[in-house]
């Protein structure tokens, strides 16, 4: 039974073993089908032809999904740690819908069933645990964090002052009632975004604007550039495809020894 356990546990956590690759590809193409099926679901047409395909589909995929969630506790040598972690979390939300939409069978409840199917859509999360870049890019943005929390930061001054400004110079008349309102303006001036709902009309505010407008590509290629650093420096390490067995960690690198979170020797389990 010991066998069996770490065997299923090398299975559905590790992704470098030939079982828990076929496991991660079988699991990756559940997790499409039954988002396609979410969706068709909500197309009337699809739904008047297809509605009893698409909700034994949906259950099949529920029962699917409940097996693995429930073995993922069984095999896990700490089932809290995982029953609490990000991706144990994520793997509840995607099944318990279902299960509640069989509480609220009248008419009167349809909205609240609506919202329950909607939440069945979290499933596509569940994707990133199978995506060994996905380990690779949140290590990135943990790098880079402070760099870019300090740029936002500027980009959050500038903002606010050029929209106060803004409202001096072009007032009320020109669409600019407050200095909230100007923000808001500066904000999708900034991201290039460009509504066209509030314009400037004197030159000094068209010249601002121009202002923002250049800024709005340094918005867009700052962030990139501090992550692709990152992600270049990061690149160059072994890929990140264990699980810590004691608390859920995802994403060390296959030749760590410890867990970067609880410090449990990574081969324990």
């Not at 690759?21 to 396609?36: E, P, Y």
């Not at 609220?104 to 995506?131: D, E, N, S």
């Not at 964090?145 to 001054?157: D, G, N, T």
């Not at 960690?249 to 020894?257: P, R, T």
Request: net charge positive; aromatic share 12%; with cysteine.
């Amino acid at each position: 039974m010991k066998h069996l356990k770490k065997e299923l546990y090398r299975i559905i956590f590790e992704a470098e073993t030939p079982g828990g690759r076929v496991f991660d590809v079988l699991l990756i193409a559940a997790v499409i089908a039954s988002t396609v099926c979410v969706s068709l679901e909500s197309v009337a047409a699809v739904k008047e032809r297809y509605g009893a395909a698409l909700h034994a589909a949906e259950w099949f995929f529920t029962l699917l999904f409940t097996a693995e969630y429930i073995t993922r506790i069984v095999v896990f040598k700490r089932p809290l740690s995982y029953v609490f972690s990000f991706f144990g979390l994520v793997d509840l939300v995607s099944i318990v819908p279902t299960y509640l939409s069989l509480l609220f069978p009248g008419a009167q409840m349809l909205l609240a069933v609506r919202v329950l199917r909607l939440l069945r859509l979290f499933r596509v999360l569940k994707l990133t645990r199978y995506t060994m870049a996905t380990s690779l890019l949140m290590a990135a943005i943990r790098e880079s964090r402070p760099k870019i929390v300090v740029f936002l930061w500027a980009v959050v001054s500038a903002v606010i002052i050029v929209g106060s400004v803004m409202y001096l110079v072009e007032g009320p008349e020109n669409g600019f009632t407050s200095i909230p309102r100007s923000i808001y303006w500066a904000v999708v001036t900034m991201t290039t975004v460009g509504y066209g709902d509030i314009v400037p009309g004197t030159p000094f505010g068209q010249f601002l604007a121009m202002l923002m407008m250049i800024g709005g590509y340094a918005f867009i290629a700052v962030p990139t550039g501090i992550m692709t650093v990152e992600l270049s420096n990061l690149s160059r390490k072994e890929d990140f495809t264990r699980c810590c067995p004691f608390c859920a960690k995802e994403g060390h690198e296959s030749s760590a020894l410890f867990c970067s979170a609880c410090g449990k020797t990574l081969g324990e389990s």
